[in-house]
């Protein structure tokens, strides 16, 4: 059955794809109607995303949940239930994708040890879409997985940063920003082993 959900997607891979071809190509475009002058999104970057059982995208007020409403534009490289993959509007490296829940989740400090298969999920996602595009790096571990500890963080609705290759980034970015294992920068990894010793702490 051809659901709405399965439609998205599928616009979605056609984009992406787009994309892949000519990364810098400038397709966004506005138009306007009689009655009113008010810009609007080119619909293939502007799509009200599906949201899942007991999520309320309205609820969101950072800029991520006007990207699930579709009221701001993005890239769009994957998609699931629960979790939306898309490009960061001022990459730092040939990939660098976003990978957020749903569901508004402000910052790491919010994450509970019931969040860790919803962890894992945002890097396997991650993964996958790097895997797809950038298969060398992937293969090589050319890559960055992180999340910024707040408040380093630049928007208060968790997102994991997917950086490939690493080793085209800019020192400054590499080995700055995106440095895992600092007080601003923390890796997938260790953020998934953090929350494993809360559920411990609490059996």
């Not at 080119?42 to 991520?64: M, T, W």
């Not at 996958?128 to 298969?135: A, D, G, I, L, S």
């Not at 208060?156 to 600092?182: F, I």
Request: aromatic residues 8%; contains cysteine.
């Amino acid at each position: 059955m051809l659901t709405r959900s399965k439609v998205l997607r599928g616009v979605a891979t056609i984009v992406a794809a787009n994309f892949a071809l000519n990364p810098f190509a400038t397709t966004t475009t506005t138009t306007t109607t009689e009655n009113n002058n008010k810009k609007k999104c080119d619909v293939l970057f502007c799509l009200r995303h599906e949201e899942p059982k007991g999520v309320d995208f309205a609820s969101n007020p950072s800029v991520f949940g006007g990207i699930l409403r579709g009221e701001v534009p993005a890239l769009t490289l994957a998609e699931t239930d629960d979790l939306l993959c898309f490009m960061d509007k001022t990459p730092r490296a040939p990939l660098h994708a976003l990978v957020i829940p749903k569901r508004h989740i402000p910052t790491l400090n919010d994450l509970t040890f019931q969040d860790v298969e919803l962890v894992q999920e945002m890097r396997a996602l991650g993964l996958r879409v790097m895997k797809e595009r950038y298969p060398h790096a992937h293969q090589d571990k050319d890559y960055v997985l992180c999340f910024h500890v707040p408040p380093f963080n630049s928007v208060d609705h968790l997102h994991l940063h997917v950086l490939a290759p690493a080793s085209s980034m800019t020192r400054l970015m590499r080995y700055g920003k995106y440095r895992v294992g600092t007080m601003w920068c923390a890796s997938d990894e260790e953020v998934i082993e953090g929350l494993k010793k809360q559920e411990q702490t609490y059996a």
